[in-house]
């Protein structure tokens, strides 16, 4: 396949997202890389420069396709980046065996007992496992994925696992402006019916970001999929933010109602502790919106959601073991539900909003002039002086994650 026709494959889904609801905002770009840099343009190159690359060192990738037979092992490195030549995802492509190779060893790259990893400007795209897979039960440190692309990936575009010592945790790390979709259902015969499948799933984190993402058809084939951002197991301190979420099975979850093997015997199930849900458009999906299950000090602030028929109940679902939850200022066409969890609710408007959204259908949430309601009605939080693009927030704040001003055209950001 020519490079045109590549950058035309993987370019084209993402770029209907900045033009068929609203602008998106794009990632700065990264500074020059600085220290030892090896280039690379085959797949042998790549794992050559791998093995060679040293503290402070950058991998650069020319344009191409890497189609990878086995994956990229990260382990024992500091402060070292890999990143498109070009500065561009969609130029670069990394890709395993294939979602239909039925290979349950397919990842692409795996970041192991490391401190200070970049991942930018790649695509991530068809392979049947995991994306990149974090293993939290080496102590990775200061892992920065910036400005990827993933599509079509089987089960995780990105994967945190853990080990069963609570003491050991991935800690300080970011995933931001990272594009998320898949064009492909699992089949039936795939764990839980085919249902087994999120874009990010990651356990045993501490002080980690999520922000200004763009989530698309992250979907089980029941509809049962995991959510497009799912957190649990022994985290602490994440944020997620400013992203933007459109027809996934699920938005936003901090726990689930289940166990994983990487709980010990007997522990208490805390799988979030004071983590934060803020400024996010969630939109579409036959399940939930935002869920916590076992979590604590979580607080839901400021979120615009859009609930289609199916489960229409479940915008927000505060569910059993969560403890001393804030759920303020958000804005949901649905309702908020209290499913054996614990929460303090105020400021939020739930309910039909129709005509609230500038176009719901296809994610863009902006408010219009007819959101009465929710315009100037929220209270002051100290954790959101911003809105979903970065605009400050009034002294009157707005419902939602969109704070609406007569100088905003709805249907783009400004």
């Not at 849900?277 to 979590?295: A, K, L, Q």
């Not at 939850?325 to 054996?340: K, R, S, T, W």
């Not at 927030?393 to 994650?401: I, T």
Request: negative net charge; contains cysteine.
């Amino acid at each position: 396949m020519n490079m045109v026709l590549l950058s035309i494959l993987f370019h084209l889904p993402f770029n209907s997202i900045a033009t068929d609801s609203f602008v998106f905002p794009k990632a700065p770009p990264l500074a020059s890389p600085q220290g030892q840099v090896i280039r690379a343009a085959t797949v042998d190159e790549l794992f050559g420069a791998v093995e060679h690359i040293g503290t402070g060192g950058t991998i650069l990738l020319g344009d191409g396709h890497y189609r990878l037979i086995q994956p990229i092992v990260l382990q024992e490195k500091e402060n070292m980046t890999i990143r498109s030549a070009a500065g561009d995802p969609t130029k670069v492509i990394l890709s395993g065996r294939g979602w239909d190779s039925d290979f349950q060893g397919d990842d692409i790259l795996r970041i192991a007992h490391c401190d200070g990893v970049t991942l930018a400007d790649i695509t991530f795209a068809d392979c049947r496992s995991y994306g990149v897979k974090v293993e939290a039960e080496n102590s990775p440190k200061n892992i920065c994925i910036y400005n990827c692309r993933f599509q079509d990936i089987g089960v995780r575009a990105i994967k945190g696992s853990a080990g069963q010592d609570p003491t050991v945790r991935a800690v300080h790390g970011s995933v931001r402006f990272c594009r998320f979709e898949n064009t492909k259902i699992p089949p039936a015969q795939w764990l839980f019916g085919g249902d087994y499948i999120a874009a990010i799933d990651m356990m045993a984190l501490e002080d980690w970001t999520f922000s200004d993402n763009v989530f698309r058809n992250i979907k089980g084939r029941n509809g049962g999929g995991r959510a497009a951002i799912f957190i649990w197991v022994r985290s602490r301190g994440v944020v997620v933010e400013r992203n933007w979420i459109l027809d996934c099975d699920r938005g936003v979850a901090f726990g689930n109602p289940g166990q994983s093997t990487a709980n010990g015997a007997g522990e208490r199930l805390v799988y979030v502790r004071d983590g934060v849900i803020r400024n996010n458009f969630i939109s579409g999906g036959p399940d939930c919106g935002i869920e916590v299950w076992y979590s604590e000090q979580i607080k839901v602030y400021n979120n615009s959601i859009w609930r289609p028929e199916p489960n229409w109940n479940r915008g927000i679902r505060i569910g059993t073991g969560t403890s001393d939850a804030d759920i303020v200022n958000n804005l949901v066409h649905g309702q908020i539900q209290l499913d054996g969890g614990q929460a303090r609710l105020h400021h939020n408007l739930t309910g039909r909003l129709d005509g609230y959204f500038a176009d719901p259908t296809s994610g863009n949430l902006a408010l219009t002039q007819r959101a009465t309601k929710a315009i100037g009605q929220g209270v002051v939080l100290p954790e959101v002086t911003e809105d979903i693009r970065r605009h400050c927030r009034s002294e009157s704040p707005n419902l939602g994650a969109w704070e609406f001003d007569n100088e905003s055209e709805p249907n783009g950001l400004p």
